[in-house]
């Protein structure tokens, strides 16, 4: 038991950045240097806190284990399980006649983007490791991750890992303009793309294919060429005929080969069904730890295993919500190939948050403050937005995090108004030592709809 604690506790000190492209394989070393460099720190100490909460929440999820596996046996007890497959067999041939490979979906991502802009600012970061970001790491250099620098992590840590690192600091403005640039780009291949951040989209480039007589893997060739000779910076790509269980196609395709490269999935069921099969279920968006563990212990660890067992999924999907056709799609690779962008409506929130070194001070407090509350009226400005409530996050050194609102009776844009309630909301609470702060607006109206529709445009509120 001591040591299944032992490892939980080195999982959680080594973040959820532990798969990103160019880490090393095995990062038994690397966790350990982690663990060692976190003793002592306020962020080891509130890990080790939390183990009791750890502890009541595996005590419960064993629990609920073990009724599953009693439900199973009873369930088995007096059952023709060549019957229940032949049912589920029936549902598998229903989702199988909805599998749609008329469309080609593509996801691209930006490698290193953050230190690669970087890079192209100061060449002669080339060839070293180095990482964006002083406190905590917004990225790190491919050479930078070869040590088990990745972002997320304790700028301190990381220098643990690799003393040569280099720090080079955030420049968003600099980060934003070049993402422009290539969002551009993409729009020009799937006018409907789907940004998915400030380095990556998804796009349908069917119509595109059609319309040029090319073939995707030459598109995607193209696309990426585009970019690098507008920008110098390397985008990898992932093509399959879906979204492949929503996010798949990011975390597989276009991280297979990975800098610099594409990969795409055939267009087939049979070849679909063998490059999900061996798949980790953990690897599926929405399987948790939790999940993972309900389902590994009725023996279905990879995609492949919730065939083996869909029979054992079917008996159980009612008591225990195990969401048999969902799972079902997963295993098959069958997923929505609906590319669009949010829509707007769908906006609730738009905040700026940083993370630094900690700070006490009260006045350089307010300057991160004035720093968030200045970005966060451009982006709101550019945007179209105004909003009524405004929260203020902020992380203790401690590593716990806090958050207090205020609304207002009339719509907020200004810097000025940020920086106030901002401050308004963070005064009663000092003094503080933090070392994240973030603004971040709700209760959102869209400026750019028209006073015809009943929305009034920011002006006639001031």
């Known amino acids: 038991m001591a040591s299944q604690e032992s490892a939980s506790l080195l999982k959680r000190l080594a973040g959820p950045s532990s798969g990103k492209a160019g880490l ?65 067999d029936r549902i598998v041939v229903e989702l199988e006649s909805q599998r749609d490979l008329s469309q080609t979906i593509v996801h691209v991502d930006m490698d290193a983007f953050y230190a690669n802009v970087e890079l192209l600012h100061n060449p002669d970061l080339k060839d070293k ?23 997320g992590m304790a700028s301190h840590i990381a220098k643990k890992l690799c003393p040569e690192l280099i720090l080079v600091p955030n420049n968003f403005s600099r980060y934003s303009e070049m993402s422009s ?20 989209a998804y796009l349908n480039i069917t119509e ?62 049979k070849a679909i069904f063998e490059f999900m099969k061996d798949l980790s279920i953990r690897k599926v968006p929405g399987i948790g730890r939790v999940s993972e563990r309900l389902l590994d212990s009725i023996g279905v660890k990879t995609c492949g295993d919730i065939f083996v067992q869909r029979a054992v999924i079917s008996l159980l999907d009612k008591q225990f919500g195990l969401g048999l056709r969902s799972l079902l799609q ?17 906006r609730k929130s738009i905040g700026v948050e940083r993370t630094f070194h900690t700070i006490s001070d009260k006045e350089k407090l307010f300057e991160k403050l004035k720093e968030i509350s200045e970005e966060l009226e451009k982006d709101m400005s550019e945007g179209g937005w105004a909003g009524s409530t405004v929260t203020l996050k902020y992380k203790l050194d401690t590593y716990q995090v806090f958050t207090r609102a205020k609304s207002s009776t009339r719509w907020i844009t ?17 003094p503080l030592s933090l070392r994240l702060i973030g603004l971040r607006v709700t209760s959102l109206k869209d400026l750019r709809l028209s006073d015809s529709v009943g929305i009034k445009r920011v002006g006639a509120f001031w």
Do not use: W
């Open 414 to 430: 200004k810097k000025e108004d940020l920086l106030a309630i901002g401050k308004e909301l963070l005064v009663p609470e000092l």
């Open 24 to 88: 090393a394989k095995d990062q038994t070393e690397i966790n350990r240097i982690i663990a060692e460099a976190s003793k002592g720190s306020k962020f080891y100490e509130a890990r080790l806190l939390n183990k009791h909460n750890e502890k009541r929440k595996d005590k419960e999820l064993t629990e609920r284990i073990n009724k599953l596996l009693k439900a199973r046996e009873e369930a088995l007890r007096n059952v023709d399980i060549s019957k229940i497959e032949l049912n589920v």
């Open 129 to 151: 490791p180095f990482a964006v970001g002083y406190g905590v790491l917004t990225t790190a250099s491919y050479e930078a991750r070869k040590y088990g620098c990745r972002s």
């Open 208 to 269: 595109y294919c059609a319309q040029h007589d090319i073939s995707p893997d030459d598109c995607v060739q193209e696309m990426r060429k585009a970019v690098f000779d507008d920008t110098k910076l390397t985008v990898s790509a992932g093509i399959a005929p879906n979204k492949v269980t929503r996010d798949l196609v990011k975390l597989i395709c276009s991280d297979r080969n990975k800098p610099n490269g594409q990969f795409r999935l055939e267009f087939e069921s």
């Open 330 to 346: 997963t295993g098959l690779g069958i997923a929505s190939n609906v590319v669009a962008p949010h829509q707007r409506e769908e």
């Open 181 to 200: 640039r290539i969002m551009d780009i993409f729009s020009r291949y799937d006018p409907n793309m789907c940004p998915a951040g400030a380095d990556e």
